[in-house]
């Protein structure tokens, strides 16, 4: 890796190889990158989009996130598992549009609402709420919530993520209940609530909502949605209804 370093983007290919590669290969690789000297070597590689720390016991303020904070054109961070992570160097990533820090000991989230050109964001694991920071990223149009089991509640400030497509709350044993804020979010198309087993209540104007799909499998507390039989007037038509009453009207004059 060494010697690749100094033949222009060697290294985003090689990350993007690492990207599609299976899991385990993926980790020893990985491994091994960060083996050879990792500040002396990522530093040279200007190109870098695609970077995986998987469980790096390092990162914290004295560990990688100071060599990740000069990847100008890095898209995607992947860090689940880490120990800890701080993240007072999320500003200087102008590219970034995909980060996954889910499960992870400790956080500390400074910096993390100045990502602007974030679409993607996996959080979660420690704590019992979600940082505000994370309502301030109006562009995501994905918030992946998943296996998040402290997790106690949504804050209403969702309701900020006017661009969202997906949220994922899979697993998240202690949510009780969804804000109404949820059923403001105009953009959204799936949720996935499977195995909320807390979960008591949704806004029921999701339940009507076109175009969205839920996922409830495994929520036991939840209450079916009431279906309505449909009207008189919505069997037979909105543009039929009207000739159906004037032929009674004629019938009843004869």
Request: hydrophobic fraction near 40%; charged fraction near 25%; proline fraction near 6%.
């Amino acid at each position: 890796l060494g010697g690749m370093v100094d033949q222009d983007g060697v290294m985003a290919v090689l990350s993007t190889a690492l990207a599609e590669a299976r899991p385990k290969q993926r980790e020893h690789a990985f491994t091994a990158m960060m083996a050879v000297a990792p500040e002396d070597l990522l530093l040279k590689v200007r190109e870098l989009r695609y970077y995986d720390l998987f469980r790096d016991t390092r990162m914290g303020v004295d560990g990688p996130t100071k060599v990740v904070g000069r990847m100008q054109n890095l898209e995607r961070l992947i860090a689940p598992n880490c120990a800890r992570i701080e993240l007072g160097w999320a500003a200087r990533l102008p590219k970034l549009v995909t980060l996954d820090i889910s499960n992870l000991k400790t956080i500390r989230a400074t910096g993390l609402g100045r990502l602007g050109t974030l679409r993607t964001l996996k959080i979660g694991g420690h704590g019992t709420a979600v940082s505000p920071d994370v309502f301030k990223l109006r562009r995501l149009t994905r918030l992946d919530l998943s296996r998040w089991r402290r997790l106690q509640a949504l804050p209403e400030a969702i309701g900020a993520l006017k661009e969202l497509e997906e949220l994922d709350l899979a697993g998240c044993t202690g949510l009780t209940r969804l804000p109404d804020e949820v059923a403001s979010l105009s953009a959204l198309r799936v949720l996935n609530l499977s195995g909320c087993k807390a979960l008591m209540h949704i806004p029921p104007a999701l339940w009507a909502r076109p175009g969205l799909t839920i996922t409830t499998r495994g929520c036991t507390r939840l209450p079916k949605p009431q279906t309505k039989r449909p009207s008189l007037a919505k069997q037979l038509g909105s543009t039929r209804l009207p000739e159906v009453r004037a032929g009674v009207v004629r019938h009843a004059g004869q």
